[in-house]
């Protein structure tokens, strides 16, 4: 209720703050009987690591997985799956800083009114880090959807003002994630990797779109009313930090559409368009699931921003520590890992439709 | 579980198809004490009924809500409401043509894959008729948010190539409401309704984008990491039938910007921008809450559409019945009554972030 | 949240006050497919129901139940099934005295300071009338489980002084289900009849304890720790009104049993005898569940007693209106239906234990 | 929904096997600003660890429970408290006798058929180690609790055939604390000493009844209906390895009792018995809560018991290890905490009770 938990069946729940001694959390409702592949969790982890490139932070956070319980000679016994994550790189001076400040664009006044206290060293609760979790916790959802033959792939389709211009059908997966921008046009990364060197070098950051794919998906997913497909999705997608949009298929272009070009028909063959983004009625149709997720900017740059202090006084604030000019592309495992804690979520659901 | 409910403190749980007996729901977590205007609630479900103007849909559902418990001498006692619609201008008949087909771009085909059954007759629980349950109690999470000063105010922004030039302080709310469009220009209503009925004569049908904003907010709704205010006006803005994208603030358009362009600068005399929506690290911030929704054209359309019968046979299907030609008209109280919702929700989970 | 709902997966929410213009709920998560026999449903809301004979309270409840959605040609649809009883025999003016005191035993007291106002009617939400509605939804429970060979029985094992020595596996549930009392002795009734008759010619009331076996019970209903079977149904049983105490298989005689005679050995034949009352680590063994609840004697009674009015002076209180003198006799369908309801939300959720 | 959370807005989920790597929970909904004090939390955890006489089992668990978030600088922050318990001290080499046979009163046979696998290393999940959590988080829950004047007591009220003649308001609950058994009756305290040791040497055990009264009780913890307040302590209860029944009040002497007796008088000076054990309607009275549990002997006895392997073959089992011979004992800390986390819950539910 507090907010540290998403699922229903498959549940994960959170803990821990940037500068604590670690974060962690619980899965519960894994079905018995997995046998899971932690190299391919520490693999996962190690996508949304930071300090992989000089495009990204250079904390050198170790992100070394525990396994706590839920486990015995290899595969899961349907038993909570404890996940520890130690914090060691921390540099608490970095923030002693914004200790008396609000960071603009940052959860630091939120917090204060909300508790009357916070743990400011780097944004306590409310840091990127506790998306290392969600990550582990995902690379074993994705383990489950494999034996179903569901794919999860995400790629970053725009940073600032560069676009991809790849056809969803024609993007090598395989590739956008050996990249260090999950960007689908190789050609372009040099150029977009110039811009983001700038906007770091002004003191600035940039924003990032997401596309998420998943293929070999069932129909029947999803639960009609309020706990729509699209509807968990979204919800899961907008908890992640700086998400500011969510869209489906032909999401705000459907705006746009007549009914005649947005409905996709469906043949013998199939159905032939897929505007709908994979969902009709809440429910999966089978098709590959299609989303989109906006990231904004971050707010931590070394360009001063106007602010108070907490006695209200007005301040100007540079943010300093470690930071990436774009953290949308650091999303990227984020979104496949969240999509595949609600695929798990709603797959396990679905086998309670039926007498 | 089955997805019927949503909410944590104050949850609404809603049943009924549009054919049977009767649509209804169970509003549980309502605090004792509000006096209770019942005259709002049926004003609020008329704004949403259809048959108003030659630009809904004709029928003539009369949507007289009945409030069956958790009133005691008019004041709320901390009960749950049990609220009652009985359905009365069914015609059936008009649906008798889809028993055996998949409408294109319906639930039709996924409710018949997940359930092995369905109930065809205007699209059983797919319906939007289900959205007049969340109208009535929304309308009741209004007159709990009134008392805190917080308004609820949604328009339609655009309706296919038409978008409202209208800035978001100039809109006037009492006006908007007052429109069959919902549309904020007013000069632009004559050719915006041309628009609605010329996709009418087409067989055809307009998507549209709903605008909400939420005045009087107080600083701590939300919570962080997986509940946050975004996060669960996200899920609730895509439980809604048609909708296919949400955003917040800035939305999509925070992609393209710039770090120092969006956050937004805090001073003595407030915020002086709102890219963020109103909301930092999942909590609301005080300012307006501002959020879109957009809704794909409807797909119940009288231009032939290919699709399969039940035994897998290629059919062409044409929906008769009585439609709206743009569904997201009448989607603008449903915005209100789900952002309703959500934020009773979050107020009363607020009442328990201090010791 | 405010604890209207019971179950996770196959979920009970239930509205309505004694008084008011109906009682009812939702009862989300019935999977589809199930052929509803509707008569069965009505018969067993008339076993629960007053006015059956001069022992029970002489109220001529019509609680006819109405289906309002959630069934498509007499089958379910996966969908909620709405449920509606109208209150028709209301006699408001029995409880005008007792608008402004506190019966003691009853909840006004608690109600008035919890809430700061109350339905005096009937005991509005405390009445309990209210588990008319779990009784339809159990009844509906009772038919999914019979789908598996489950089959519920209760009868009243103890009433006041009055024991019955029928040894369990001699029981004859039809015969049980067709006497007044729900007793298993049939030689004893005439005394027992007796007794409750002086109980109430003494202007007072009599407690009773209800014992309940399910037959055909699988293995592996329940999850670990906390939501084991016995903590699930516990919780189900200490819902009920009036219920004081619950135990399972030797209960408190647990605490004078050793353990090398409380284990129930297990042979090739099967288990060799049921302490454990048909639940080990709180998974369902396949014995026979067996439980039991105590049901305190009615506070309604027209003894006079102590109390205060709101503002806090002393008064007599003499309860008259219609009430049973043993108000356990009533609440063996209810402990049916209860159990009923979890053993499906046990037995959905055991359907995700295994990858 | 794995069974593994209990509380809705101050929730506990726990994780861990006996004889994995570590065990611990995450305690969400904790609000901000208490002042923690971690000796305390230690101290009730030493108070349930085993190996403190020779009546408890002879493991020397070091039960060290780290604090790993939700606190800055000893102040809790209202984010989740990660806990943390790592195993030190296992002999899985005592289990290797059972891993292919089932312990006859045990989890193993359930845990075997629901999951198709288990870990049966000191019971793996279904160990009593799993409570060292619970109680570490009760010690919060009773720190707040304690912030509202609220206290909690537990004592062993029957140990086999030896009951206490205490009465319930002559019980010296810090004696109570000291001694080694929990018992009132000091004098006694030989006599069971003796006892127990007997039950031992005989390879055999006992059962337990523990009396827990919590004191300072406000009006109006609990919620009407599903969630009544004895409904949730009585799952709370129940959810406590080898508990087999529960009572508040008067219990299952109810049965017995008449209205007239059983009903608590109200007087200016307050309620003038307890027979309610301080809860009506399902909700707190300000009296003294009461209720008692009951344990089962435990089944890990020297004494050879018949059973089968995982063929099917009948078996002689004898659980070496270390165990206790009344388990009921150790259970006392753990029917406190559990209550205390029932308590908090209720308290920060009742916050939203008035509009």
Request: glycine share 12%.
């Amino acid at each position: 209720m507090a907010g540290n938990s998403i699922g229903q069946l498959f549940r994960l729940t959170t803990f821990g703050e940037s500068h604590g001694p670690a974060i962690g959390g619980v899965l519960d409702g894994c079905p018995a009987g997995l046998k899971l592949d932690t190299a391919q969790i520490q693999s996962m982890l190690d996508r949304r690591k930071p300090g992989q490139s000089n495009l990204t932070t250079q904390r050198n956070e170790a992100d070394r997985v525990e396994l706590l319980s839920g486990l015995f000679e290899g595969v899961t016994t349907g038993h909570p799956i404890g996940l520890l994550i130690r914090n060691t790189n921390q540099k608490p001076k970095d923030y002693q800083d914004i200790a008396r400040l609000y960071r603009p664009g940052h959860a630091d006044y939120t917090y204060q009114h909300k508790y009357g206290l916070r743990d400011h060293r780097g944004g306590g609760r409310s840091s990127a880090r506790e998306t290392a979790v969600r990550v582990a916790a995902g690379a074993i959802a994705m383990q489950l959807l494999a034996t179903e033959g569901i794919a999860i792939h995400a790629c970053v389709e725009q940073i600032g003002e560069h676009k991809s211009s790849m056809p969803m059908n024609r993007i090598n997966w395989r590739a956008v994630q050996a990249n260090p921008l999950f960007f689908p046009d190789e050609d372009r990364i040099p150029a977009i990797t110039k811009a983001i060197e700038n906007a770091r070098r002004d003191g600035d950051s940039l924003g990032a779109q997401i596309l998420l794919v998943a293929t070999g998906m069932p129909i029947g997913l999803g639960e009609p009313v309020f706990d729509r497909l699209e509807a968990d999705l979204g919800k899961a997608m907008l908890s992640i930090n700086a998400s500011k949009a969510v869209s489906f298929g032909a999401g705000f272009d459907s705006v746009t559409q007549r009914g005649s070009q947005h409905r996709d028909a469906i043949t013998p063959q199939g159905f032939t368009s897929n505007h709908s983004g994979g969902v009709l009625g809440g429910i999966s149709t089978g098709q590959d699931l299609v989303l989109r997720v906006a990231f904004k900017p971050t707010s931590s740059i070394t360009t001063p921003g106007d602010t108070l202090d907490l006695d209200g006084n007005p301040v100007k604030v540079v943010t300093r520590g470690r930071h990436d000019p774009c953290v949308g592309i650091r999303a990227t495992p984020i979104v496949e890992a969240m999509a595949a804690l609600v695929l798990v979520d709603h797959w396990l659901r679905n086998r309670t439709s039926r007498a």
